[in-house]
């Protein structure tokens, strides 16, 4: 099984940075997913890592330690629309998706 | 819109009623999942396909839930004799051949009352 933790809250000012942390324990691991998800709608995907190191795509950048179990999800530049529930998730080799309970950033004026 | 598309959005029903859902993949895509997500949590796996073929059920399944993908195309989710806890979004997801990358549908919020 899938053991995925990240904190349930975070609040940053427009403008700001925000670093949402997950780690995770595993077995058989195929990539570290981060997905946002705003109230009442689909998660959408934000990024996939399977390497070690550090992916960025424009304000969004995603981490992954693959020996630390222990990823994060940087948002720079924070803007109103960016509040939203964040996801980490982690895919193995059954094809399955097993998701945190996600953190909830708000951002503030 | 080429996206996964789920229907019917909202479902409300009474205690006991049964209830189907149906979710239709990205075209091509060979893999299609069912998750349930409740308020504050991650979506939970519950079941998916490979093509027609039914790969794997979560132990959350009971036999009151059945799922079907009888082409390899479009699936349906039926929840016989409903209970209030199974209130929660429904999420249908699907990926292509070889892929790890699982594209969302707007899901199917269901309150049973």
Not at chain 1, 35 to 42: D, F, I, L, N
Not at chain 1, 72 to 95: F, G, P, R, T
Not at chain 2, 25 to 43: C, D, M, V
Request: proline share 3%.
């Amino acid at each position: 099984g899938q053991n995925i933790d990240q904190p349930t809250e975070m609040t940053a000012t427009e403008g700001a940075i925000v670093q949402i942390n997950c780690t995770y324990q595993t077995s058989g691991f195929n990539g570290l997913f981060w997905y946002q998800q705003h109230a009442g709608e689909a998660p959408t995907f934000l990024s996939y890592n399977v390497l070690d190191g550090l992916e960025e795509k424009g304000r969004f950048s995603s981490f992954l330690s693959r020996s630390k179990g222990y990823s994060y999800l940087l948002l720079k530049e924070l803007q109103m629309k960016d509040s939203a529930s964040y996801l980490c998730a982690v895919i193995a080799n059954d094809y399955k998706l097993s998701f945190g309970a996600g953190t909830t950033v708000t951002v503030r004026a | 819109d080429t996206g996964v598309s789920q229907n019917p959005r909202h479902k409300i029903t009474k205690r006991g009623q049964n209830v189907t859902f149906r979710c239709d993949p990205i075209s091509e895509h060979n893999r299609l999942y069912w998750y349930r997500q409740t308020l504050g949590q991650g979506p939970e796996f519950l079941t998916y396909f490979q093509n027609e073929a039914q790969l794997e059920k979560s132990r959350l399944l009971s036999d009151r839930f059945s799922a079907e993908r009888p082409k390899g195309s479009f699936s349906t989710l039926e929840i016989q004799r409903t209970e209030q806890g199974d209130s929660a979004m429904y999420l249908c997801a699907s990926a292509g051949t070889g892929a790890y990358e699982q594209y969302f549908g707007p899901g199917t919020r269901l309150t049973v009352t």
